[in-house]
């Protein structure tokens, strides 16, 4: 019996040179052990350090990265020390890893069958004439419908859950021992995350696997690690069990994480973590977190901290580790949030009967499948009118239409039916470009991934100047004076003025974004997943920014999100959608505790908490329909309440519950 | 399927109308007709004008005339040269298949040239074969045809006499009689493609080898070689597809300048003869027989593209 434990990391520093020939290190003598049976959870920031950590297990490294002190062992085997041929027998095989996006990770020109079938040839030990049966056996293990119609099917055909589902196929074809996965729900819908954790859940028990899963996600982690290790800045801060690490943690910066997670059995907003963690290569005297603890004084800023036991089991790289628990663990603004809201009932923008269909007919296809029926609309019967300085959230999985109706409010696609009213008296053109400056100003979107919404070439000066000059003629030093403010607003200083997006961080380049929406001195800002592509703690910082402008501006927020936790804690009202209809509206307390339509219902059971104690309750199945039924209720194939014929034949009524708490069922309200 | 096919013929088919109504337009606004260059080193008195005129059935209006014309090209039948004998198509046609020859043989060594260059430079970017083949690159794009052409025949055919350095063969002779001396100008024409060609490739290749599903491969444990040559090279090479096409296009559609450097009886030279000739019929007959080789390669291309990309295909075989 081996007395290395099954995945052995020692001392390992990982770095890279830069430009000017320095070294810069990305990991900084970490040590990690996993054994067999054992799930360990990575938790990090973004450029915390922990994929590099995992794929270094591996024997991998990014281009450019190499490995500078340490080792890493794996069954006893250095994979630092094999050649590439070795160690490529290893990979795939006894150690596989569950890439973070199959869509990218699987080869858009191979089959699923082959793709499946080459990790066979290359680690298993069943014949080739045995290959077709076993592929088919594994898309059934992760619970592939129709598996023998899938290996014939190219990735792109398949749902990310699907494709999530094939990727750990792959990896279970060469009957590994150990699994490394890189945030592998990440960018996955809520239900069908929960469903493929369940499944590694399984498979790890079944298999006594050996598991490191890498996540920034806290929610999944408790769902699947016994042990979680917290890194910072390319080091281990803290290591203990789920249970401590989770529920006590000992570290102010995991307090600080953990607090930043906006929850459902909270109304508030969730604690926001400031700072922004050291850059690889920037000096570090202290501890490097001290300059965003609250906890920090001399000695934190001068001596570097051990990662050393402490008595109740973890070990903790931190001075003042038994003083975490006096720390903050609310909001400051707590209660404050819904001051804001305006009781005069007047409209802000009103949705009637909205309806829009991304089908093209021309006169070609149109003479050539003559009789076909046109497709149900994407987005069918949406009414919704949303009050002066309101927030309301719009949840659903993707595809449920939520991008789609902030898109025709935006006038970037032209519904097919129904009227857009701003104001009860101002009727909005569909196409944006109808519309009068006027109007255009007062509504204004942001988007989900700053990356792609800023320009890279402008300077936040640039950016910030065209709303200013399009709607309020600003030039020189009050255009300049202006952006300054709008700087300030979000957070930001004006020695921002002169960079390029390429040279802020996430949290700051959708900082940047919301100060360029806010230039227009909107009325609505709609807001469409603003916080998906962030960390969690970034997230906070920026729920927090957008609240705060609210209060001081009175603005209506539409703000979508797959996330229900992060719509809780914004919204007064929610409305939640499945394939662009509405299934419930209400006041947010009303809409997140029974009575439930059945698909919140589903949605919410499948939410994960990070706490051990709480498990996800699924109640159906993660199927992604591609297109909504053409009669009866959207929601009749996937509905674990439904009742019959009824279901599929008659659109369900809608019934009104107290404080305009709307649920679209045939199941009456007091069963639900 | 069938639909996206018959959307992209149709669509083929009036580009090519357009492009024939553009072309006879521009012939028709130029000053004077085929009978003023027909008889104009004679000194042409009016009387004569209006005669030939008549003869040529000149005095209809331009667009009967377009229709005829247009008629006649669809059944293959693109007149008579401005001399008013030649049939067009007799010497269109020769040109043509020596355009055709000149052209196969430059695609045959350039392009598998290329597509392993640009390969193997993606493959060890930045480093010596890299260098060595981009630099290379960069040299035979930016040299004129001309002076490379020239320098070819200096070192070829005047110091080492290897190679004949011009083409004495005349037009309608058989294919085989071009050899050897078609060798130069195919070695040029290569050059200059497979210098394009393997720039894209390369770029290509760099940008897969990034990709997460190279990476994926690796950690599945896919060894190097069957990595590219599954993984890698089949999404790499998609976009080769169309930049070879725009290369044979260009090859096809007469390489004016190499064929009059090297004296060959292709279509290009024939139109630059045309051109200095005055004989607008032929002139309008290559114009024509260019614009629907382009079109028909670009749809030749397409097709290919959306047979060889999975994503492409499903979307027109599955619903």
Known sequence: MSKQPFISVKDLSVGYNSRSGETIEVLRNVSLDINRGESIGLVGESGSGKSTLALAAMGYFKRGLRALSGSAHFDEIDVLALDRDELQKIRGGRLALIPQNSGQSLTPTMRIGQQINEALRLH??????????????????????????????????????????????????????????????????????????????????????????VSHDLGAISRVCDRVVVMYAGEIVLTGTARQVLLAPRHPYAHGLLKSIPRLNQTSLPLALDGRPPMPGEAINGCAFADRCALVDEKCRTTPPDLHPIPSGENVRCFKSDMIADMPALNRKTGQRNSARSDVDSAALGLESLAISYEKKDWLSSLLTPGAKPQPATVDAINIRIQRGETLGLVGESGSGKSTILKAIAGLISPKEGVLTLHDNIILTPRVEDRPAPTLRQIQLIFQNPDDSLNPRHTVAQILAQPLRLYYSLSGSALHDASVDLLERVRLGAHYLDRLPSQLSGGEKQRVAIARAFAAEPEIVLCDEVTSALDVSVQAAVLDLLDDLKTQQGTTYIF????????????????????????????????YEAPFHPYTDVLLGAVLEPDPDIAPNLSADDVVELSPPAQGCCFQRRCPRKLGEICDKETPPVRELANGHIICCHVPASDL | MLLMLIRRVLLGLVTVCIVSLIIFAGVEILPGDACTQFLGEYQADDELLAQCRKDLDLNRPAIDRFAEWAGGAMAGDLGLAVDGKTKISSIVGDRLQNSLLLALCAMGIGVPLALMLGVITGLCRDRMPDLIASTLAIFAMTIPEFVSATL???????????????????????????????????????????????????SSVIEVMAGDY?????????????????HALPNALLPAINVVALTIAWLLGGVVVIEVVFNYPGLGRLMIDSISDRDLPVVQSIALIVASVYVCVNLAADLLTMLANPKLRTMYTRK
Request: with cysteine.
């Open chain 1, 560 to 591: 979508v999100s797959h996330d229900l936790a992060v719509v809780k804690a914004i919204s007064d009202r929610v409305a939640v959608l499945y394939q662009g209809r509405l299934c419930e509206i209400g006041p947010a307390d009303a809409v």
């Open chain 2, 214 to 230: 190279i990476q994926m491969a690796t950690l599945k444990g896919v060894p190097y070689w069957p990595m590219v040559f599954r």
């Open chain 2, 152 to 202: 070819l025949i200096l070192i070829f055919s005047i110091w080492l006499g290897w190679l004949p350095g011009i083409v004495l063969t005349s037009a309608s002779a058989p294919a085989a009689e071009f050899f050897p001396e078609i060798l130069l100008p195919v070695i040029v024409l290569s050059l200059v493609m497979c210098a394009h060609i393997m720039r894209m490739v390369r």
């Open chain 1, 124 to 213: 298993s030990k069943v014949g080739a004439s045995q290959f077709q049966s076993r592929v088919i056996e594994l898309l059934a293990q992760v619970r592939l419908p129709d598996p023998t119609a899938l290996i014939t099917r190219y990735p792109h055909e398949l749902s990310g859950g699907q494709q999530q589902r094939v990727a750990i196929a792959m990896a279970l074809a060469g009957e590994p021992d150990a699994l490394l996965l890189d945030e592998p729900t990440t960018g996955l819908d809520v239900t069908t995350q929960a469903h493929i954790l369940e499944l590694l859940r399984e498979l790890a028990q079944e298999r006594n696997m050996a598991m490191l899963y």
